[in-house]
């Protein structure tokens, strides 16, 4: 198993931004697709964003495109997902997941490897 970390999770107001990183615990695995995923109170876990290892295909949630932007430094391995224009319905736990075989990048099936997760609370 290879834990990914993720970093950034906080409070922040409607309308504020908020960067997640992710990385492997391990610098050496570079996985075929990483994704962010969230899960609210009494909700399943939902899939927000995810990048290909090259970084040239991107997927998001619908209600999250254009207001999140998920990129990748290949230099640090590392995945990160900015996080414009927060509404209270964006409070959850983020999880950051990695795919070592791809197949489809918008399935929690997909990953398996996951972090323990990040909270974000958007409020007044």
């Known amino acids: 198993q290879v834990p990914m970390i993720e970093s950034g999770g906080g409070w922040v107001q409607p309308g504020d931004s908020l960067r997640l990183s992710c990385a492997a615990s391990?610098?050496?695995?570079?996985?075929?697709?990483t994704a962010w995923f969230r899960q609210s109170p009494g909700k399943e876990r939902e899939f927000v964003a995810a990048i290909t290892r090259s970084g040239r295909s991107t997927y998001y949630l619908p209600s999250v495109k254009g207001r999140f932007t998920i990129s990748r430094d290949n230099a640090e391995n590392t995945v990160s997902l900015q996080m414009t224009n927060l509404k209270p319905e964006d409070t959850a736990v983020y999880y950051c997941?990695?795919?070592?075989?791809?197949?489809?990048?918008?399935?929690?099936?997909?990953?398996?490897?996951w972090g323990q997760g990040t909270q974000v609370t958007v409020s007044t």
């Open positions: 391990e610098r050496t695995f570079n996985p075929y697709g």
């Open positions: 997941a990695a795919s070592a075989n791809g197949g489809d990048l918008r399935s929690p099936g997909a990953y398996g490897y």
